[in-house]
């Protein structure tokens, strides 16, 4: 069973940047799409972005189209999310997700994925 750790939210100024981590256990990132979601309280789960168990295509969405960025690391079984220019319509809980990488698709629909970690708060002050 894939379990998925997020790490490195929390309060930033309008501006600066941010890197998260998402720490994946019980497979490796070779078997799993990962994406990235974020939630802003009353509102549902946006897509930010995915990147493919092969590491080859990744995929972003329009909520931080230019501003953001999807890498890992498959030593460390960690896929990354870089944020930059920051702003307090960023603040959201931030999740990340797997499905299996034996799906064609490249998931952007919370639907798509069957795992989530448990979410990093990121709060931008202005």
């Known amino acids: 069973q894939v379990q998925l750790v997020e790490s490195g939210g929390g309060l930033v100024q309008t501006g600066e940047s941010l890197r998260l981590s998402c720490a994946a256990s019980?497979?490796?990132?070779?078997?799993?799409?990962v994406g990235w979601f974020r939630q802003a309280p009353g509102a549902g789960r946006k897509f930010i972005s995915a990147?493919?168990?092969?590491?080859?295509?990744?995929h972003y969405g329009d909520s931080m189209k230019g501003r953001s960025t999807i890498s890992r690391d498959t030593q460390k079984n960690e896929v990354y999310l870089h944020m930059t220019q920051l702003n307090p319509s960023d603040t959201a809980v931030y999740y990340c997700?797997?499905?299996?990488?034996?799906?064609?698709?490249?998931?952007?629909?919370?639907?798509?994925?069957?795992?989530w970690g448990q979410g990093t708060q990121v709060t931008v002050s202005s």
């Open positions: 019980g497979t490796a990132l070779s078997n799993i799409h």
């Open positions: 990147i493919s168990g092969s590491g080859i295509s990744t």
């Open positions: 997700a797997a499905h299996s990488a034996s799906d064609y698709y490249l998931g952007s629909l919370p639907s798509n994925y069957d795992s």
